[in-house]
């Protein structure tokens, strides 16, 4: 059992407070701890009506993190299952239901990715429940402290979750030896239950494997955009009540003596006018009034419009837009190495300017992701096989997508103009197929393969007519078209390469006997 200086030493009192301002930017809650009053510019007012108009940064948080979405949508990967081969059919079932209704890949990207963004210092637990096992997260807040060797964890002690008939706090710890029910006692705790843990292990896993040095724990993948989060949500709320309070046209007019009283400001029933409210001049027209004016002669001046509007101040809105599109950038690039290619009228086209350190930074999100569900994995083999599990290991696909189908395919139009190498090509034109086909598996496996058959596929029908190769192969380039119409989407998809080779080349001896 752990002593209460321990306890103390490996708290998390400081993880708490990060997550709550993490919680902030991924989910927009508790905004009023960070749209503090700016002195010297707002009034009490203001900064409660800017408190009330603000926007979250649900949406920046969303977009900022939008291509990780490519390690749960890349193809390929593999997974080694460290249980008994005559068990892993049926261990692999336990998998599909790690909590109720979701699966183990299910769990990783809906449940704990947002936890490793917003509480790194959070924990999934494996529990048991109606004698079955499943998965639940247990944010910081509900940790007093726990102690990791690495990424495993030593032992840990819960916050209290219920008293004793006496009225003391009652607290779950767990080493890899026992489960205790402890009470704080000066000095220390005492136990007033226990179970032996069978599995030999802590069955938790820490949500992120991100180790600051310096905090001395474990930090969110967004951990170094923090401070320009908080500079989007306090300038994007001064940009809100800007424009509540100043975006407005004001209307203005040259007085005009109120027409019933003529301005004496008294009805004929010697009361305050009715129509002006005794000003003797009216502000407020209907729409069937005519304003008739003299036609001015000679000596006068251009006639002054009667009334107009006072416009707001258009460049000042203008310049906090930028500045907002500023902050993102450098957020967007400190994050991903790389931004996004401008339009003429400075909004994103979705193109990066560079793809090799996005590519680089989903690996490195692709190696975590893989690293907590094999552990978890891991978890449960223990649970059902004990002894008999070794550690089970997660590969993701790396076929990540992260261009749009009509950004790649210009890469591609533009690579075939500068005769880049076949190999260029191939990979060029596959990426195309896997970003306009990445939600129907059955389309992509079909272009995929004619790809592969398609002789000098990246070259028209005339360029092949003129290169210098066999009759039999020009044949093949001129009539696959023809040939692939008499396939169905199905066939190709279901029938080998090395047999759909064959029929062409059958189907063009046939035309050209």
Avoid at 465 to 477: Q, V, Y
Wanted: hydrophobic fraction near 35%; glycine fraction near 6%.
């Amino acid at each position: 059992m752990v002593t209460q200086d321990e306890v103390f030493q490996y708290g998390l009192t400081n993880a708490q407070t990060e997550s709550a301002i993490l919680k902030t930017m991924y989910f927009g809650v508790n905004t009023d701890s960070v749209l503090e009053k700016i002195n010297n510019y707002e009034n009490d007012e203001q900064h409660k009506l800017r408190k009330k108009l603000r926007i979250t940064n649900e949406y920046v948080t969303d977009e900022l993190l939008r291509p990780v979405d490519n390690i749960w949508e890349a193809k390929g990967g593999i997974i080694y299952y460290g249980v008994p081969e005559a068990k892993q059919d049926e261990f692999k079932g336990y998998l599909k239901s790690v909590i109720p209704g979701m699966s183990i890949r299910q769990f990783m990207k809906n449940v704990w990715w947002e936890q490793f963004v917003t509480d790194p210092n959070g924990i999934i637990l494996l529990t048991v429940e109606n004698s079955e096992p499943i998965l639940k997260h247990k944010a910081s807040r509900e940790i007093e402290a726990y102690k990791a060797t690495g990424d495993r964890i030593d032992w840990i002690l819960f916050k209290p979750h219920r008293q004793t008939p006496g009225g003391k706090d009652v607290s779950l710890y767990i080493d890899k030896y026992v489960f205790q029910e402890v009470t704080a006692i000066e000095g220390g705790y005492e136990v007033i239950d226990e179970q032996p843990n069978e599995l030999g292990m802590v069955p938790a896993v820490i949500n992120s494997p991100i180790y600051d040095t310096e905090r001395q724990r474990r930090v969110s993948p967004i951990q170094k955009q923090i401070d320009l989060l908080r500079s989007f949500l306090v300038k994007n709320s001064v940009k809100e009540i800007y424009q509540f309070l100043h975006l407005y046209p004001i209307f203005w007019q040259i007085e005009t003596i109120c027409p019933a009283c003529h301005g004496l400001r008294i009805g004929k029933d010697n009361k305050v006018c009715s129509v002006c409210n005794g000003t003797g001049f009216v502000s407020h027209k209907d729409v069937s009034d005519v304003l008739v004016l003299k036609n001015p002669d000679e000596d006068s001046q251009v006639i002054t419009p009667p009334a107009g509007y006072v416009q707001p101040d258009l460049a000042t809105m203008e310049a906090q837009r930028i500045e907002l599109g500023w902050v993102f950038d450098e957020m967007f690039k400190s994050h991903w190495g790389t931004t996004t290619e401008k339009g003429k009228n400075e909004t994103a086209t979705g193109r990066f300017i560079d793809v090799q350190p996005v590519n680089k930074k989903l690996d490195w999100y692709a190696g975590i992701a893989e690293s907590i569900e094999s552990k978890i994995i891991t978890l449960f083999g223990a649970y059902y096989y004990q002894e008999a599990n070794k550690p089970s290991s997660v590969t993701y696909g790396r076929r990540f997508i992260i261009e749009s189908a009509d950004s790649i395919l210009k890469r591609y139009q533009e690579a075939k103009e500068k005769n880049a190498p076949v190999k260029v090509l191939d990979m060029l034109l596959e990426q195309f197929y896997y970003s306009e086909y990445q939600t129907d598996p059955q389309m992509l496996e079909y272009y995929l393969k004619l790809a592969k058959i398609e002789p000098y596929v990246h070259k028209s029908i005339e360029e092949v007519m003129a290169l210098d190769i066999t009759p039999g192969e020009k044949d093949k380039k001129k009539y696959f078209p023809e040939w692939q119409k008499t396939l169905s989407v199905a066939q190709v998809v279901v029938t080998p390469i090395e047999q759909l080779n064959n029929l062409l080349i059958k189907f063009t001896q046939n035309v050209t006997d």
